[in-house]
């Protein structure tokens, strides 16, 4: 079984929690921060709110059933259609979506390779 890590966001929907491949859980915790750095500076109506990454941990019990655990790959997935759907002008947005899009396609080549394996 592979190792897993959790990435705990905290925003307006509350506190949600990403699983993620131990691997690859460092980059989505650097990408939530250079999200964050930048999103101010897009001038679109339509930027979509973003969690923080407040910790990650390895092992994670949850007691509270309303709270769900999602999967890295679904989280990227959305992250990426919330993104592209950004009319953006002003800004470059290319580069952002280029680490979105970056990071879902080592995902999808994590997970593929977990079923292969």
């Not at 939530?32 to 109506?45: F, G, P, S, Y």
Request: contains cysteine.
């Amino acid at each position: 079984m592979p190792q897993m890590r959790f990435i705990i966001l905290s925003g307006a929907e509350g506190v949600s929690f990403v699983e993620m491949p131990a691997s690859h859980a460092y980059q989505l915790s650097a990408l939530n921060l250079r999200l964050h750095k930048e999103i101010d500076k897009l001038t679109a109506a339509n930027v979509p709110t973003l969690p923080y990454a407040i910790a990650e941990c390895d092992n994670l019990d949850l007691h509270d059933k309303s709270l769900t655990i999602h999967s890295g790959l679904d989280y990227m997935n959305a992250l990426e259609k919330s993104f592209s759907a950004i009319e953006e002008k002003s800004y470059p947005l290319i580069s952002l979506l280029t680490e979105i899009r970056a990071l879902q396609a080592q995902l999808e080549q994590w997970y593929e390779e977990e079923l292969e394996g």
